[in-house]
């Protein structure tokens, strides 16, 4: 990841950021890229949640890293905020 996104980005988390860098190295990560005015993609995020959560819960090491395609940053906050998961900044 740390290739991909840049070692120094800071990933978005309900409580703060995390570095890319402190991802773990074990486990899967995904890139969700999805969009507040896509209505295909406000279907499906529910259910992903409903997935991550539940892979989580099992102990399984998922992380999911949110890349918004909105077209403002409180369209992407506004979703994000409806997401368990990490995102990459709106303006990366």
Known sequence: MDALLGQDTQLLKKDGVLA?????KEGVIGLYFS???????RGFT???????????????????IFVSSDKDEK??????????????????
């Open 46 to 64: 529910p259910k992903l949640a409903e997935a991550y959560n539940k892979i989580r819960a099992n102990g399984k090491a998922l992380e999911i």
């Open 75 to 92: 369209s992407f906050a506004d979703y994000h905020a409806e997401q368990p998961w990490l995102a990459l900044p709106f303006d990366k």
């Open 35 to 41: 969009a507040h005015w896509c209505p295909p993609c």
């Open 20 to 24: 890319v860098s402190d991802l773990p």
